[in-house]
DNA sequence: ATAGTATTCAAGCGATTAGTAGAATACTGA
DNA sequence: TCAGTATTCTACTAATCGCTTGAATACTAT
């Protein structure tokens, strides 16, 4: 009977890495590939000390791994579960915490409005040519790995860049923009930027981790 | 900028809520269906008060819903994508905290001898009548749901009950044992009675709650 | 060696959490 | 109405957690 006590304890653990923000921000940063611990410090706000303090729990919890190249310490998620596993709790948090839902229609009010398209549609289309991918995010998270195919333009920037989107023969090819993931703000605020200027854009469902974790090409450099 | 925090902070909300031990025994067996605050007390061995605490932080994590029935107040998970996380905490668990792996190793020394069978293969042979399947869980656990044909014997009463199995004009039927989930010991201590007395005896896989949220038929009574 | 950098360790604080115990509430049946 | 029961609420204590600060460690380049 202890053994019960004991397994559950242990599972305890993990939960407890998921029960603090930071650390959950931490885990989101991770999902999109390998980083160091100042980079990770930077992107949280956090000390490098609380970060890496916050990473060791992560460690023990078994859902992250490091490794030392010379002086930097670089973390990644420890499996593709992991990544399930944040999933999963999204999941839950969205349909049944109503907070998560209220957050969501204040902030992203478009949200509908965007027509959020399924990873598998996605696919179908560039095969088919059809769209133009988006990537919204940082240089160094497009580099680890994208979509196949996908623009790489930081929000930051995508006005100046915009002739790099557009084919001036067809100027109503659909554009597709991804980020981080289902919550991540940049795609939202991409296609809404796109729109005002009157592009057809829409958004990728969810995010670059999960597009990956569910087996679907990815390219890198 | 700030709407991400939050949402993280909403997330954190239901980490916590995974964060205890009590907290996902309670949770696991409200998986098996509705309890009652004291049934969920006892099993888990709390005072009443502090499982209804538990229940109370659950509810506003959106994990459980409750219902009043008279004096009564009867918990349960608020959807099948509650299970879903916790299954994936338990793959987490499983896969990365090597505490996890020796503790099973140490208490379930024969769980790659019992040959565990996948759910969708239980229900081919079930639909073949290839093998007997034993429910030992308690009967009320039972009535509440369980795997078509399954016979019911609570594992306290397997050996004087074990002709309720036994085909005396095929003794060598194999009999398939399942119980809360893949942690629960019921089943593998069965398994291994069964085999005691040179019954052919296998195990399910996992238990009763992810049997029914892949969307395998139930019956009740 | 030495200086400089990235990370971890250790101590300490205020805030939060798990648990207990006893009172309060809500409902049932006589 | 009143007694009995299931649950929740309200303090209260001990333990744990998150974060900060400053020192210690590990590695690199000069």
Chains 1, 2 share one sequence.
């Not at 995010?137 to 996908?150: I, K, N, Q």
């Not at 729109?195 to 569910?214: H, I, N, Q, S, V």
Request: hydrophobic content about 40%.
């Amino acid at each position: 009977m202890s053994f019960k006590h004991e397994l559950f304890a242990q599972f305890a653990r993990v939960g407890k890495a998921l029960s603090n923000a930071n650390r959950l921000e931490l885990l989101e940063f991770l999902a999109q590939g390998e980083r160091s611990v100042e980079q990770l410090s930077k992107v949280a706000g956090l000390t490098v000390a609380n970060t890496s303090q916050h990473l060791q729990q992560l460690r023990h919890a078994g859902m992250v791994s490091c490794r030392k190249e010379g002086l930097k310490v670089y973390y990644r998620v420890s499996g593709d579960d992991v990544i399930d596993l944040l999933g999963a709790l999204r999941a839950v948090a969205e349909r049944h915490v109503t907070d998560v839902q209220h957050l969501v229609a204040t902030y992203l009010t478009v949200k509908d409005d965007l027509e959020p398209i399924p990873r598998e549609e996605l696919l179908e289309r560039v095969r088919d040519g059809l769209v133009t991918v988006l990537d919204v995010r940082p240089p160094e998270e497009y580099a680890a790995g994208h979509v196949p195919g996908a623009v790489n333009i930081p929000l930051g920037e995508l006005e100046q860049r915009l002739e790099e989107l557009g084919n001036p023969e067809n100027e109503n090819r659909e554009i597709v923009a991804y980020c981080r993931g289902p919550h991540c703000v940049l795609a939202f605020d991409a296609v809404a930027r796109l729109r005002e200027r009157g592009m057809k854009a829409r958004r990728l469902e969810d995010g670059y981790p999960e597009w990956r974790t569910a087996g679907l090409p990815v390219e890198t450099t």
